[in-house]
């Protein structure tokens, strides 16, 4: 069944925007929408925006791996490679 809500085009920054209403995001999926992935397209004069893909599988693992704690427990050693044997620029 085609639903149709009137909305506006709203200025975002230096942009445009749509602004969309919850139980349309819902109604396609898109429960948690902020920074949700869409495709936009452009058929037959007409705008279509969908879903984008989900996050793989693997992506998904990296949704809680904090890059700042890893390093502070990783953090690189300095080696000491010896005096330079060539024309070496430091």
């Known amino acids: 069944?085609?639903?149709?809500?009137?909305?506006?085009?709203?200025?975002?920054?230096?942009s445009q925007g749509v602004r969309l209403q919850k139980s349309l995001l819902k109604e396609v999926g898109l429960v948690d929408p902020i920074n949700s992935p869409v495709q936009v397209s452009v058929e037959d004069g007409k705008i279509i925006i969908v879903p984008?893909?989900?996050?793989?599988?693997?992506?998904?693992?990296?949704?809680?791996?904090?890059?700042?704690?890893?390093?502070?427990?990783?953090?690189?050693?300095?080696?000491?490679?010896g005096a330079s044997v060539g024309k070496e620029k430091f």
């Open 52 to 81: 984008g893909q989900p996050k793989s599988k693997l992506m998904q693992r990296f949704d809680d791996f904090d890059l700042d704690a890893y390093w502070q427990q990783n953090a690189p050693e300095e080696y000491d490679w």
């Open 1 to 14: 069944m085609k639903k149709m809500v009137s909305t506006k085009i709203v200025k975002l920054g230096n």
